[in-house]
């Protein structure tokens, strides 16, 4: 974070990050921050060789003012029923100055989308001051009053150092969910990917954010900890879940590009990805442990290789733990079209490998590429490396 608190004097225009979850597609994004103060998880390309900075608060009240702007504008267009046509769009659109288009486009698509919810980007939005943070929440909610989700990605460290009190006058002021990357709830695992914060920390940081009465949203990555720790990530995981009881667990299934420091950990022999079946088999142990909590599982991703396991605890567990023996149940080269065809965004169910015309495509596939049983996780890692 070196000179990242050095003073900016002069605001740049409208900011965007890289990344937000898939559920903020429909979001205004808003930049707080610029890229991750952190920056160090072995298996995260996101910000490498990013400079993390603050901005500062005048610049992101400037951006909101810009979009509350358009937004006015745009509502001004729309007939009765908030209709615009396209004419009218192109005339506003041609009329702004170019440095002001990126905040008008930003607000066109959230205007299309329904302007229901916020995400503050980038990766960990709580390290700034809260009273700025209370401050930039008041102003979204004055600009924006009819929003009902204001929604931010934060590092457990952070929120653990966040006292209680300034928690709630967060939550009060209008942040009412936080995305957490846990990952691991292992502490060898942890310390290996240089996560940054250990189990404890954690623990403490999602009972923090529940308990300032905000929605909690925690990732969890499948194959973290390699061959090694597979079975310790799955309990202690379970474990530290079963602690905070989020109201979200999000799956986010291991992929190694070779921007990041596990892929040369691989080369080194320091790791061993898990295959697909052992992935399952991780994943199976880890949902049979959480016990006691009322977490909506989510599947939101393709690097998942089941999108079906996604459903409610507790009563939804046996359906989602019985997609995953099924699929284990499978012959090798059935297991094999299933992880192709589902890579290749042609199943979505594990009931898919029964579509004769799917399965048809799913073959097509492996003759092309050569995938085998045998050779399928490799083949898989390729086909992967496209989606991270
Ligand atoms: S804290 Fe998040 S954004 Fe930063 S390096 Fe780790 S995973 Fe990436």
Redesign the pocket.
Known sequence: MTGSREKEKTYSGFEQGPIRPPSEARSLLIRITRN??????A??P??KGEKFSLRPKDHVIQDIDAVSRHVSALRRMGNSQGQISQEDLNAYAAARDVSDRPAFYAAMNWFACGMESVFLL???SLIIKPADLVDILRHLKTCFPWVSRITS?A?SHTVARISDDDLSAIARSGLNRIHI?L?SGADEVLAFVK??ADKKTQITAGQKVKKAGMELSEYVMPGLGGKKWSRIHALETADALNQIDPDFIRIRTLAIPGSVRLYDDIAAGCFEKLTDVETAEELLLFLENLDGIASQIKSDHILNLFEEVDGKLPEGKDRMTGVIREFLSMPPRQRMLYQVGRRVGLFSRLKDVHDPALLKRAEAVCREYGITPENVDDMITELMKRFI
């Open positions: 991750c103060p952190w920056n160090r998880c298996f995260c996101v910000y980038d990766a960990n990605y590092r990357g990952e996560k940054g």
